[in-house]
């Protein structure tokens, strides 16, 4: 096993929390069902119901704060293996 750190603010954690115990879930379960449910779809599990416009400009923003504090991957399998996850 490894583990993933995931930075996210405050109000959106404890939102996710929230709905997450309504139906079973802690967050650390949610994210494992997510990850498989990734590699099961080749992609993400549902489609952003917000503008491809406003999601590039929040994968951009979080892409360059990767390259600031972590490591680049270039496959899944490197991100797998990879213990600083």
Same mark, same amino acid.
């Given at each position: ?9 405050? =109000?959106? !954690? ?10 079973g879930? *802690?967050?650390?379960? #949610? @994210? %494992? ?13 549902? =489609?952003? !119901? ?11 923003? *979080?892409?360059?704060? #990767? @390259? %600031?504090?972590?490591?680049?991957f ?12």
């Amino acid at each position: 096993m490894t583990t993933v750190n995931v930075r996210i603010d405050e =109000k959106t !954690k404890a939102r996710a929390t929230k709905v997450l115990s309504h139906i079973g879930l *802690d967050m650390s379960s #949610a @994210v %494992k069902v997510f990850l498989s449910q990734v590699i099961i779809e080749g992609g993400l599990p549902f =489609k952003p !119901k917000r503008s491809s416009k406003e999601i590039r400009a929040q994968w951009d923003k *979080d892409i360059e704060e #990767a @390259v %600031k504090t972590r490591n680049i991957f270039t496959s899944v399998d490197d991100i797998l293996n990879d213990q600083t996850v």
